[in-house]
């Protein structure tokens, strides 16, 4: 019933940028908690980063922390991942996810691909 449609992915540069967007449908947008996922081909899902429906506080994985930056924007019904300092190893598919209860994402993006040139 939820849908999550992403976009924003493509090819660029090492220390390049992307900003990735998940545009959602329903009407209770602001309730859910979204994050970002990204997975490479035969690796486990990583959790990028995360915020909350209603405080807003974001959370980040090491990895990415300081270079990324998730945010909302509920009266568009919109998520974004601002992307800096880009490296190789964050090649992957990128995916929007949706959670109504804390601690579980219930709706998913198809994904959008990124790819770090070296």
């Known amino acids: 019933q939820v849908q999550l449609v992403e976009s924003g992915g493509g090819l660029v540069q090492a220390g390049g940028s992307l900003r990735l967007s998940c545009t959602a449908s329903?009407?209770?947008?602001?309730?859910?908690?979204m994050g970002w996922f990204r997975q490479v081909s035969g690796k486990e899902r990583e959790l990028v980063a995360d915020?909350?429906?209603?405080?807003?506080?974001?959370s980040y994985a090491d990895s990415v922390r300081g270079r990324f930056t998730i945010s909302r924007d509920n009266a568009r019904n919109t998520v974004y991942l601002q992307m800096n300092s880009l490296k190789p190893e964050d090649t992957a598919v990128y995916y929007c996810?949706?959670?109504?209860?804390?601690?579980?994402?219930?709706?998913w993006g198809q994904g959008t691909r990124v790819t770090v040139s070296t």
């Open positions: 996810a949706a959670g109504v209860f804390f601690a579980t994402y219930d709706y």
């Open positions: 329903g009407r209770t947008f602001s309730t859910y908690h």
């Open positions: 915020i909350n429906g209603h405080s807003g506080s974001p």
